[in-house]
Structure formats: structure tokens, C-alpha cells
């Protein structure tokens, strides 16, 4: 299969994992240490904050990039002319989040996080020694008390039958981080582009985590973990009528990190934020 579905207690867990991100950009686990009653609960409080008007009390910040995306808002991929069908909401632990969701998000924040940096570990450490010597520092340093991973809870609500011809949910694109983490969303959805341009559901059984290269990594790695293009696409019949609730995790280094010669994380950041749209 061309993303691999892999038990996080397995023996070889590490080296199959790695080999997975390597071939396809994408890796899922099975039986990680990520909680699901949290996710569930994050999953069903994120889902009445959207629906309810409080949300437009946490409208983002330009400057911060922090707070909540409206519909009308929301980015429009890289190469795209039509929004994604998606409202969002921009949670770091020093921005704004509704007292009352504070502490499960948080909790979350730190867990994905710590896992993150044991995932960076195997990353480094199945990397060919040839790529593992272009990093400027250890990857889980990288991202060590940095202030700039960024957890999206993001809602796409039901299908109207009002949305623009062409629109969907997400719109193919590439992730800007390190390495994304994204636990399986409550409805189906998400795929993914193979090397012959055909694109493939991303295995996600409710439960799984789902990880996926970023084009920070690809620049750090000289292209050997790619950074791959998903999406996710609309549903049909009685699915139209759910929302779609998902929490990607985009681990980010610190803002001085070098990523390669060409780039740091912040020089890195600013150019893609242009690109979307999102940032003057
Ligand atoms: O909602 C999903 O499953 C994926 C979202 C995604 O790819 C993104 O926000 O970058
Ligand atoms: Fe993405």
C-alpha cells in the first residue's frame, strides 16, 4: 500500500514508519499513546463552539494569526481560485482560546506535541546518513519550547448545495511545517496523491493517527521525505448532511531554526503565508 498502517508498539515501528514517509509523504499508527476519549471530547466541545456565536468573539488576528477563521475568511490553497469549505480555529497555548475549552486543548497540545518530538527522533534516525547531515540540528530540537507549532481544530460544515461550482472541503495542497500530526476525523474524506497523480484515500480508521510530511521538512531533507499533496474532498448523499470535525497538529520549529541554505523557518513562513492569502 502506498501509505503504511503501523502498530506504534511493534518491534521495527520506527524503521517501517520512517520508510512509509519516506515513499508516500504520509504515515498512520495504530495502538500511539494519544488518547481517543480526549480527541473525542475536543471533537464534540470544538463542534458547539462552532456552532455557536461565541466564536465570533475570537475573530483571528492578523498580525498573531491566532483565533477563529470564518468561512468567508478561510484560505484558499496554493494554485487554487475557489475558498475550501472550512471555518477553523488558530490555538496556540500563549493566544486567545475560550476559557471553557482551554484545558482539553492544551492537554492535547502538549501530548501531540511530546509524541511529535519521539517521531522527529525515529525520523532522524532512519534518515541515510548522507540526508541526516544537511540537518542544522537535531530535528526534535527543532521544535523544542518553540512558540510556533500550530494546533487547527477545524470544522467544514454540511453540504448546502449553495457552495461554489469546483469548491471542496480542502483543495489539494502541501502542508507548510515540519511534520503534521492529524488524528483520524470523524467522518471519511481525506486523501492523497500518489506518484502517478491518481489519488487515494488515506487508511483512517477512526482511532489512528494520521502523520504527513511538510515542505519544511522536505527543504531541511534535500526532497527525500516529500512533502505531499492531500485534500479533502466533499461528500455525497446522507453524508453531505454531516459536519466534519478534524485537529491537525503542524509542528513548527522555532523561528531562527535554519532549514537549509536557502531558509529559515521564519523567511520559510512568510513566504508561504503570502501565497495563501492569509497574511498582508
Ligand atoms: O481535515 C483534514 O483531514 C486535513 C486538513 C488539512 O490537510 C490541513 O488543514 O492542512
Ligand atoms: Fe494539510
Known amino acids: 500500500m502506498f501509505v503504511d498502517v503501523v502498530n506504534y508498539e511493534d518491534e521495527n515501528a520506527a ?8 515513499n508516500s509523504g504520509f504515515g498512520v499508527l495504530t495502538h500511539h499513546p494519544i488518547k481517543q476519549s480526549l480527541v473525542n471530547r475536543i471533537y464534540e466541545q470544538w463542534y458547539a463552539f462552532f456552532q455557536s456565536q ?14 477563529y477563521f470564518a468561512p468567508e475568511i478561510s484560505e484558499t490553497a496554493k494554485g487554487h481560485t475557489k475558498k475550501d469549505i472550512k471555518e477553523y480555529y488558530h490555538v496556540y497555548p500563549w493566544g486567545r482560546i475560550p476559557d471553557s475549552l482551554k484545558d482539553d486543548i492544551l492537554e492535547y497540545y502538549a501530548l501531540a506535541s511530546e509524541l511529535a518530538a519521539e517521531l522527529l527522533d525515529w525520523v532522524e534516525k532512519y534518515s541515510p546518513p548522507e ?24 470544522h467544514y460544515p454540511p453540504l448546502t448545495g449553495d ?12 502542508d507548510i511545517n515540519l511534520l503534521t ?26 482511532g489512528t493517527l494520521i502523520i504527513n510530511i511538510g515542505d519544511m521538512l522536505q527543504e531541511a531533507s534535500g526532497g527525500y521525505f516529500p512533502s505531499t499533496s492531500h485534500r479533502v474532498i466533499n461528500p455525497s448523499g446522507e453524508e453531505a448532511m454531516k459536519s466534519r470535525i478534524s485537529l491537525p497538529l503542524f509542528l513548527h520549529p ?13 523567511s520559510y513562513l512568510m513566504e508561504r503565508l503570502k501565497e495563501l492569502g492569509v497574511k498582508p
Open 15 to 22: 524503521e517501517k514508519f520512517v520508510k512509509s514517509l519516506h
Open 54 to 67: 461565541e466564536k465570533n468573539d475570537f475573530a483571528f488576528s492578523v498580525e498573531k494569526q491566532d483565533g
Open 131 to 154: 540526508i541526516a547531515q544537511k540537518y542544522s540540528e537535531p530535528l526534535s530540537n527543532m521544535i523544542k519550547d518553540t512558540p510556533n507549532t500550530l494546533l487547527r481544530v477545524l
Open 163 to 174: 457552495e461554489e461550482p469546483g469548491a471542496i472541503r480542502a483543495a489539494a495542497h502541501e
Open 181 to 206: 500530526i492529524l488524528p483520524a476525523a470523524n467522518e471519511p474524506g481525506l486523501q492523497v496523491q500518489q506518484k502517478d497523480d491518481t489519488w487515494v484515500d488515506v487508511p483512517a480508521d477512526f
Open 254 to 266: 522555532r523561528s531562527e531554526v535554519v532549514l537549509s541554505e536557502r531558509h529559515t523557518q521564519h
